[in-house]
Nanobody, 120 residues
Framework: QVQLVESGGGLVQPGGSLRLSCASSGFTFNSGAMSWYRQAPGKERELVATITSLTGSTTYADSVKGRFTISRDNAKNTVLLQMNSLKPEDTAVYYC?????????????WGQGTQVTVSS
């Protein structure tokens, strides 16, 4: 049974920090890319950050570059998102995603999401 369980969300003041964690099980974690997406009320889900499986290379949305850091621990099947200098516009539900496109069988799994609210 595939599971992606996010944790670490909450309420934080502008300028503060949070660290999101996604614990994964039930699939070959180290063979696919891991990403964080977010969805704010009334907006489409957007890609925040991705980390690849083999090289660990990372990409970020322009809106979070220099503030957010994605990392993965293949031994613990966990992906993290360190969020610093948070802004009110970072408020959203954050989702963990696991995706493997180039190896059969492919997969595309989602977590249930964790709420992040940035407000004074």
């Amino acid at each position: 049974q595939v599971q992606l369980v996010e944790s670490g969300g909450g309420l934080v003041q502008p300028g503060g920090s949070l660290r999101l964690s996604c614990a994964s099980s039930g699939f070959t974690f180290n063979s696919g890319a891991m990403s964080w997406y977010r969805q704010a009320p009334g907006k489409e889900r957007e890609l925040v950050a991705t980390i690849t499986s083999l090289t660990g290379s990372t990409t970020y949305a322009d809106s979070v570059k220099g503030r957010f850091t994605i990392s993965r621990d293949n031994a613990k099947n966990t992906v993290l998102l360190q969020m610093n200098s948070l802004k009110p516009e970072d408020t959203a539900v954050y989702y963990c995603n696991a995706r493997r496109k180039n190896v059969i069988p492919t997969y595309d799994y989602w977590g249930q999401g964790t709420q992040v609210t940035v407000s004074s």
